[in-house]
């Protein structure tokens, strides 16, 4: 994104902050508030939230076009391991992605933290909030109904959750920047989400899903990335995969052009698929 840069939050983003949310209070009941919030108001937050927690905006063309910041769950000290994280963007942004990128830094800097959970509370319905928590690895772990009143009408809640351990894939990426780092963030994003019942690893120095055998790997290099779905996945998407660089097992995706995201999630619910056929297999076998 043109101009578009995510850093920590200073006092005199309050207005602009102020701005953003309070659309929410006033015509919405995604915040449970239903009074504007002052500028003073929000600039004592800012300062209460950053003395022990990452608060981030997204700015665009030197304008604050959304926000996250993380806060403790619970008061009681043994809490202190869990932190809830919040995110809005300007309404005008929205399904540009700013979202995304607040909520990847936002993680972050609290995996950095070594938070041990991150919640997500949701007034409900909300598809666009639970599909974006949910594309970084939350799960739906409570459901309360009719907790919340606003606008004349009872409110549902529910709480996301995200285990925040020590990835070995994200580790992985970890160690390279730039172009290379945002394009294996991406397809780990894309691979996690088609393969969730799959377990993560390294193997062959790469990162690796693996479901009943390997299912895919992945890995970075100065000008692609590489992308290794077995034989059988390229055979199956050869004419798909003609623009690209391949080989038997493996095809490289250029660093300066966009990641084919719908192909590599067919891709990868091929090969899901193929390896729960072979699983099934093995256990009539076993058992016959």
């Not at 578009?4 to 005199?12: A, M, Q, W």
Request: aromatic fraction near 12%; charge should be positive; include cysteine.
């Amino acid at each position: 994104m043109t101009n578009t840069c995510i850093r920590k939050v200073r006092l005199e983003d309050a207005k602009q902050i102020c701005d953003i949310y309070n659309y929410y209070v006033v015509n919405t009941v995604i915040s449970f508030e239903e009074e504007a919030v002052s500028e003073e108001e929000l600039r004592r937050r800012i300062s209460a939230v950053t003395r022990s927690y990452p608060w981030i905006v997204c700015s665009k063309e030197e304008q604050v076009k959304g926000y996250a910041y993380a806060s403790p769950w619970k008061e009681r000290a043994a809490y202190r391991h869990t932190a809830e994280v919040t995110i809005y963007v300007e309404k005008s942004e929205l399904g540009r992605g700013l979202g995304a990128m607040l909520l990847e830094k936002l993680l972050e800097e609290l995996r950095a933290m070594r938070i041990h959970v991150a919640m997500a509370v949701i007034a409900l319905p909300n598809d666009k909030s639970v599909g974006l928590h949910e594309k970084f690895g939350f799960r739906k772990v409570a459901h309360f109904t009719e907790v919340g009143y606003k606008k004349g009408a009872w409110i549902d809640v529910g709480y996301w959750e995200l285990a925040m351990e020590a990835s070995p894939i994200g580790q992985y990426i970890s160690g390279f920047s730039g172009p290379t780092k945002e394009k294996l963030d991406q397809m780990w994003r894309i691979v996690k989400a088609e393969a969730s019942g799959a377990s993560e690893k390294i193997s062959y120095q790469m990162p690796t899903y693996f479901l009943h055998g390997n299912l895919v790997h992945f890995a970075g290099f100065g000008h692609h990335i590489g992308f290794y779905p077995t034989s059988s996945g390229i055979e199956a998407f050869k004419e798909e995969l003609g623009a690209y660089k391949h080989a038997k097992g493996s095809v490289q995706f250029p660093l300066d052009e966009p990641l084919p995201e719908d192909l590599i999630r067919r891709i990868v619910r091929f090969r899901l698929e193929e390896n729960m056929r072979k699983g099934t297999d093995r256990n009539k076998k076993k058992h016959s």
